[in-house]
């Protein structure tokens, strides 16, 4: 086995648990917990705030591993890179969806606890 096959075997590896993980937080059945899911401690203090933002979570996890297994296998069947790229590029791969999921989620909730702003229609009653 050459250094591409172990790269994407372990790739794949990561992307198959980070989408077992992300399933339950998008089917809501985790509940506000110090360990697992998107946590911060205003969340676990509201549980249906805390459904909602790890289920966005776990969308964004389960998407972007998909996606990221799909960037794998292309550079997998493309060749063009040397091993020790590949090697270095595929700790880059390995930690996106997380990362990518993370700042998405994180942007997710500021704007769920932003004020909204009333447009002028509204604040003039008409």
């Known amino acids: 086995m050459n250094v591409f096959e172990k790269g994407l075997i372990t790739l794949i590896a990561c992307y198959g648990l980070f989408i077992l993980l992300a399933i339950p937080l998008m089917l809501k059945k985790i509940p506000p917990n110090p360990i697992y899911g998107y946590r911060t401690r205003a969340l676990i203090k509201v549980p249906e705030l805390w459904f909602e933002v790890n289920a966005y979570f776990g969308l964004c996890l389960l998407l972007s591993s998909l996606f990221m297994g799909g960037v794998c296998l292309f550079l997998f069947a493309w060749r063009g890179l040397s091993a020790s790229l590949f090697l270095n590029l595929s700790i880059v ?27 002028k229609e509204n604040a003039h009653g008409g």
């Open 93 to 119: 791969l390995m930690l996106s969806p997380v990362a990518v999921s993370g700042i998405l989620t994180t942007v997710f909730l500021r704007e769920k606890q932003s004020p909204t702003v009333e447009t």
